[in-house]
């Protein structure tokens, strides 16, 4: 099989700019990987092509590129499927990443923030009394399953908005130790990762569930830290007091106030309350403001007492 495959080469202390450097190759093989691929440029075509790989069974999380405009690893995707989608192969590096050279990028902000949530159990100090259930990898839900290889951080939309944001990959790898009922420091954790560039900095996009080759659901595992927080009472942050003022009002209209909803959110902040005094005039002008009072809506009782239920098995 005849392949057509564009790398992007760049080596920053000479290039200007990246390029994409096309190479025509013969596979052998419809079992060979885009990793595969690569060798064979650098073993008979371009010895000077960078990239990083290890264990090339998808294991070490060495050799994640973006590759056909998405995140994969280069030794778990097979050249002739990747042909017969799109008809050649495109690499590039990961975004959101500074690139040493060619495909090979710089891990070390990577590394730094998952050092920064602290990535290890810091036990109770009475260990004897903690019994751990059987089930408790069931409880992590597939987060210890992360190789780290970076995916979803390259993947992440926040974190192109947002360079401080902690990620996905260290907020997953920060749940694990959320979820163990061995640690000690639970509450702090949520208090640290509630603040600047925490969990609620992710807007939800999905992607990093989308690329993880491990089907680690990061996104997820940061739904969980949020509910974590909101059971605790962590709820200085805009987006705590979105999620409770959203339910109360829900809870007592039956739908959402639109126009009580921003209010209710920075009530009783005066500082916070005039912030958003000149988004409303402009609204009010352009006849945009909804209607302050509504009626509950039919069937309200019922909706309270789902509620009530929630509240109660909690």
């Given at each position: 099989?005849r392949?057509?495959?564009q ?57 994640p ?31 959101q ?98 603040g ?41 942050h ?27 959110m920075?009530?009783p ?20 403001v ?24 909690k």
């Amino acid at each position: 099989m005849r392949a057509t495959v564009q790398v992007q080469k760049f080596n920053p202390e000479t290039d200007a700019a990246p390029r994409l450097r096309e190479y025509q190759l013969d596979v052998a093989w419809r079992g060979n990987t885009v990793l595969d691929a690569l060798f064979q440029i650098k073993h008979e075509l371009d010895g000077s092509l960078t990239f990083r790989a290890s264990c090339r069974s998808a294991i070490c999380g060495s050799c994640p590129m973006v590759i056909n405009g998405r995140e994969r690893l280069a030794c778990q995707t097979l050249v002739a499927d990747e042909i017969d989608r799109c008809g050649r192969i495109e690499v590039r590096p990961l975004r959101q990443m500074r690139v040493i050279k060619d495909l090979a990028v710089e891990l070390d902000p990577f590394w730094g923030k998952v050092r920064a949530i602290t990535p290890y159990l810091t036990p109770k100090p009475n260990r004897d009394a903690v019994a751990l259930p059987q089930d408790v990898e069931g409880g992590f839900h597939n987060v210890d399953a992360c190789i780290m290889c970076g995916a979803c951080v390259s993947a992440c939309s926040s974190l192109e908005v947002s360079p401080g944001f902690l990620g996905p990959a260290a907020l997953a790898k920060a749940y694990r130790f959320v979820a163990d009922p061995r640690e000690g420091r639970t509450r702090d954790r949520l208090e640290s990762l509630g603040g600047e560039h925490g969990i609620w900095d992710c807007v939800r996009c999905n992607f990093c569930v989308e690329v993880c080759p491990k089907d680690v659901k990061p996104m997820e595992a940061i739904i969980r830290l949020r509910r974590e927080a909101l059971r605790e009472g962590l709820t200085d942050h805009p987006g705590a007091r979105h999620i409770t003022t959203f339910m109360a009002i829900v809870r007592r209209e039956g739908r959402l106030n639109e126009a009580r909803m921003p209010v209710a959110m920075v009530w009783p902040n005066l500082r916070r309350m005039l912030a958003i005094v000149p988004l409303g005039i402009r609204m009010f002008l352009k006849g945009k403001v909804p209607a302050w009072f509504h009626r509950p809506i039919p069937g309200i009782r019922e909706i309270r007492r789902l509620f009530d239920a929630r509240e109660t098995s909690k």
